[in-house]
């Protein structure tokens, strides 16, 4: 069935790093969406010229009501500047989903969870990690997270929490841009497997370009290709 483009009212906005932005939406879904899922939104302007674009959803599927969605401010962003600098709550947007039906985990499908995100790409594995840490605790997962420093981690409090407090989940953070920055690399994705063990699923967000390495990496890390999933923000 087609979606059709539906209202949403932004109940709250909240700087989340420099960068991002965390708003929440109400929503009326006619259907119950998936973690790792997307909506698209669409804004119109007075004379007409409409712009629309896709944003992950980063709450868990388990508060269906109001979703949050996570927007990185791009230089010269047409999409993400409105959403950065004008959006405000009481404000309504045009909103079709939920959308995508392969960059998706549900907690029957178990794990070991191999969850890899550059930057931005981090929001759809952040639902997958709140769903499971509510809906299937036991399966282990382990979060591979590049950004360019530490001020820059999203939801970095929340992820540092669960690493101390779940036993089932471990954070990596690989820091570009900080003193002795490195990047992914296939050492980084070696340890990451010897602590995860090999995964069932692994789940790969972010940029062109740190998708097509990461999932490299990981083909010859050994991990057979029909286990991995990728997601492909652009850039
Ligand atoms: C399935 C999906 C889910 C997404 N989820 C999120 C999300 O949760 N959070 C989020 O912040 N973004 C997400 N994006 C990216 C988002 O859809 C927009 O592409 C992004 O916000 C830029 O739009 P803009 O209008 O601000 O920039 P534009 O005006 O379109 O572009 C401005 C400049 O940025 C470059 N650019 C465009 N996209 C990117 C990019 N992703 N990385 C680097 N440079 C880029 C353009 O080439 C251009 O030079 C997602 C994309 C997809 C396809």
Do not use: K
């Amino acid at each position: 069935m087609a979606l059709t483009w539906q209202e949403a009212r932004i109940t709250a906005t909240v700087p989340e790093t420099a960068r991002v932005r965390r708003l929440t939406l109400a929503v009326g879904w006619s259907e119950p969406f998936r973690a790792g899922q997307h909506v698209d939104v669409r804004l119109t302007a007075p004379d007409g010229y409409q712009a629309q674009r896709s944003y992950s959803i980063a709450s868990s599927p388990m508060r269906p009501e109001a979703i949050d969605l996570l927007i990185e401010r791009l230089d010269d962003g047409e999409v993400s500047g409105f959403f950065s600098d004008v959006a405000e709550p009481g404000d309504a947007i045009e909103l079709r989903g939920p959308i995508g039906g392969a960059f998706v985990w549900d907690p029957g499908m178990g794990g070991p969870l191999l969850l890899v995100g550059g930057g931005s790409g981090v929001v759809p594995l952040l639902a997958m990690l709140r769903h499971r840490a509510e809906a299937a605790p036991g399966v282990p997962a382990l979060l591979l997270y590049s950004a360019r420093t530490r001020a820059d981690v999203i939801a970095r409090a929340e992820l540092m929490r669960r690493d101390a407090e779940e036993p089932g989940f471990r954070l990596r953070l690989v820091l570009t841009r900080e003193p002795g920055g490195r990047r992914i690399d296939a050492q980084t994705i070696g340890e990451a497997l010897a602590a995860l063990g090999m995964p069932a699923h692994a789940f790969v967000c972010g940029s062109n370009p740190f998708v097509s390495t990461a999932a490299d990496l990981l083909v010859e890390a050994g991990l057979p290709a029909r286990t991995i999933r990728t997601e492909r923000f652009g850039g």
